[in-house]
């Protein structure tokens, strides 16, 4: 476990120790907000005095992994980390893989509508895009919550609502718009594991582009002439805006 002051240090860290040609068999990322949420949902003695937290494991023979981990510390203590912690036990490692695992039940704890995303970016870009997080929930006010599987990039910016209150998820939906845009711009994708589905749908165009999007409407009727598979899904209707305040 390695706690860092900054999420934007973790993020520099996560492409430090990937520069270095470490690949971590598990790489996962969890903000200040995901810490303590979960520490108040089981008391697993998370710190939550820190902005952000990775949890890295490293698999292979011994002595390689006793390398890797001193260069692991190097390159997370090069971005400012401010501990390297390693687990003692097996019942060590297993409580902090269970924080991991405890973020989504523990985050709707808090307020009942959870808005979850998994923008996908380069690696590289990581730092970046914890930036553009972090500039986002100031700026729409909004209970933002970062984790994410760090080292493919793939991020979780789940936003904790409550969508009885019209106004508080006006917010939420110009916030997750704007990460939507802040992980094209990157380079990014829209999705790296929920797929496009309804509700991403009116970003299509924007990741494709018009020329990019007309040719996967072509494939899509190659196969499916008839739109049987999935009708009205993955493809926006013209003028199709984002919405979240009334979907059910």
């Given amino acids: 476990m390695v706690l860092f002051d900054e999420l934007v240090d973790s993020g520099r860290a996560i492409s430090k120790v990937l520069r270095a040609g470490i690949i971590p068999s598990k790489m996962e990322i969890m903000d200040k907000h995901s ?3 979960v520490e108040e949902y089981a008391s697993l003695g998370l710190p939550t005095d820190v902005e952000a937290i990775l949890l890295i494991e490293l698999d292979g023979h011994p002595l390689a992994i006793e390398e890797e981990m001193k260069r692991v510390a190097d390159a997370c203590l090069g971005a400012n980390a401010r501990n390297v912690r390693v687990a003692k036990n097996e019942l060590e490692e297993q409580q902090l893989w269970q ?47 970062v984790f994410g599987h760090a080292g493919d990039g793939n991020l979780h910016p789940n ?19 704007e990460i939507f845009e802040a ?12 797929g496009i589905g309804l509700m991403k749908s009116p970003f299509m165009e924007m990741e494709l582009g018009p020329d990019g999007l007309h040719m996967m409407k072509l494939i899509k009727y190659a196969w499916d002439p008839q739109n049987m598979l999935n009708p009205g899904k993955i493809f926006p209707e013209p003028g199709q805006r984002f919405e979240l305040r009334h979907e059910q």
């Fill in 159 to 177: 936003i904790i609502a409550d969508q009885r209150d019209e106004e508080e998820m006006r917010r939420v939906e110009l916030a997750v718009e």
């Fill in 183 to 194: 992980a094209v711009m990157l380079g990014g994708t829209l999705s790296g594991e929920h």
């Fill in 35 to 37: 810490l303590i949420a």
């Fill in 99 to 145: 924080a991991r695992k405890l973020v989504s039940p523990a985050i709707v704890k808090i307020k009942p509508t959870k808005i979850s995303e998994d923008a996908t970016v380069p690696r590289s870009k990581i730092p970046e895009m914890f930036q553009r997080l972090k500039e986002i929930r100031e700026k729409y006010n909004v209970h933002l919550v």
